[in-house]
């Protein structure tokens, strides 16, 4: 089974700056990895997921992910926020030996003027 | 509009009763989960069905069950034998039991035990 680290547990940032949020996971096949992001009193939502070919992953919302295979990550980031970027944002893996998708605890991000 | 609703969106109920939360989904997806949250632990899975029928235990089922008798709804009952209930529960769907695909969420239902 996989496991799913996210290093931080809140980052502050202030408006059109950038931001990465840090995802590690744990495993010893091959995984499918996700980020979704959860809008307060919401339900989660994709922003992007990589599951082969190019390592730098595209999403939506001018986000994009690099997944590092020889290091386990798969890191979020985004060159300039906006403040409805505000949210919590989840990391989640699953591999081929298993049906179900582990999250990570989650980053909450808040952007301020 | 396709999507998951789930209701009711806010619950109250007393210790020692059991109380059942409704995901019904038109996206006509075979896959269907529960996941609870908690502050500072993300979500974990308690069930899922990948049709119907049929259901799987996932990390911590204790204390809840389901049914999927329809493929667009997926009931969830927290029993008495919950032991630390209050949450915020959300329901999920997916096109296929592949292991690709998107989860499209609900908005959630927040229990509070009295």
């Known amino acids: 089974a996989q496991s799913v680290t996210q290093l931080d547990s809140q980052v502050p940032v202030f408006e059109e700056a950038p931001v990465e949020l840090r995802c590690n996971y744990s495993?010893?096949?091959?995984?499918?990895l996700f980020w979704y992001v959860q809008y307060p009193n919401q339900g989660l939502q994709l922003l992007l997921k990589y599951l082969s070919g190019s390592t730098l992953v595209k999403g939506i919302n001018g986000f994009e992910a690099e997944f590092n295979k020889s290091q386990t990550s798969f890191h979020l980031r985004k060159p300039s926020v906006h403040i409805s970027d505000t949210a919590e944002y989840f990391c989640?893996?699953?591999?081929?030996?298993?049906?179900?998708?582990?999250f990570g605890a989650g980053t909450t991000v808040t952007v301020r003027a | 509009d396709g999507g998951i609703t789930q209701s009711p969106k806010y619950l109250f109920r007393k210790e020692g009763q059991n109380v059942t939360l409704s995901c019904e989904q038109n996206l006509n997806h075979d896959a269907m989960y529960w996941y609870r949250q908690d502050p500072g632990q993300g979500l974990r899975l308690i069930y899922y069905?990948?049709?119907?029928?049929?259901?799987q235990k996932g990390d911590i089922a204790e204390g809840y069950s389901v049914s999927r008798e329809k493929k667009e709804s997926f009931p969830l009952t927290v029993t008495s034998a919950q032991k630390n209930p209050t949450a915020f529960y959300l329901c999920?769907?997916?096109?296929?039991?592949?292991?690709?695909?998107?989860?499209?969420f609900g908005e959630g239902s927040r229990l509070t035990v009295l």
């Open positions: 069905s990948q049709i119907v029928n049929d259901f």
């Open positions: 495993s010893s096949v091959s995984v499918y």
């Open positions: 999920a769907s997916k096109a296929d039991r592949g292991l690709t695909g998107e989860l499209f």
């Open positions: 989640a893996v699953s591999d081929l030996n298993d049906y179900k998708l582990s």
